[in-house]
């Protein structure tokens, strides 16, 4: 059993639907220019995933690709992208063209065990609907002592003040106490938290058993 709340895989198809339709009406609003104060916050973000040149990183909800620039000057071996909507991985693919894009849920990412070293939930955390499944799944798929980041550049508040907007529900990002025990269950453990009115940072270590070391990434001096 685990703090997170059971939803019927009925009710998961058809958020991630509406979620996947509207993203695909609206992907340029996540294209550059950004909000002023933005782009400084997502290299603070993108740094507390301690990324060493020669990892494996995986954006979650990634969308057009906004972390993709910074995650790439750390000299990752390799950039793997998720999200549920097509247009976005497609605005994606021409911003990026060395990412590898995956379309799906993350619960049903089918990466090998222990072949990530760095995990970016930036501003999706709240649109997860199986948040088991997906910790489930992010644990496997994470590196022994690999790092978790969930995060937001404009804060909690700012996802507050879409839910009257948007056609799906999102979750509020949870305060410390709830996320060590949302997340113990699952073998992370947290080691950075940082919730301020424009910025929302959680870093968790997987502290899983398994072969998967973090560090021993596919090496790609090309990117």
């Keep these: 059993m685990t703090p997170f709340k059971t939803v019927s895989e009925e ?85 990026c063209p060395y990412v590898k894009t995956i379309m799906a849920d993350v619960r049903g990412l089918t990466l090998p065990e222990g072949s990530i070293d760095e995990a970016f939930l930036n501003a999706c955390y709240p649109n ?9 799944n992010l644990r496997r798929i994470i590196k022994a002592n690999g790092r978790l980041v969930i995060s937001h550049p404009l804060g909690k508040s700012f996802i507050l003040s879409l839910r009257e907007s948007l056609p799906f529900p999102l979750d509020e990002f949870p305060k410390k106490t709830e996320a060590v025990a949302l997340l113990k269950p699952f073998g992370f453990e947290i080691e950075t ?31």
């Design 128 to 136: 997860i609907v199986d948040k088991a499944g997906t910790f489930s």
């Design 193 to 223: 938290f940082i919730d301020e009115p424009e910025l929302y940072i959680l870093v968790a270590v997987n502290k899983r058993s398994g072969s998967g070391i973090k560090g021993q990434g596919t090496k790609n001096d090309d990117q």
């Design 11 to 95: 009710e998961i198809q058809r958020i991630n639907r509406l979620q996947q339709n509207s993203f695909d009406k609206i992907y340029k609003l996540f294209e550059p220019p950004l909000p002023e104060g933005v782009p400084e916050r997502l290299e603070k973000i993108v740094a507390h995933g301690k990324i060493t040149r020669g990892d494996t990183v995986l954006d979650v909800g990634s969308g057009t690709g906004i972390l993709i620039p910074i995650i790439k000057k750390y000299r990752p071996g390799c950039i793997h992208a998720c999200d549920l909507s097509r247009t976005m991985l497609e605005q994606l693919s021409k911003n």
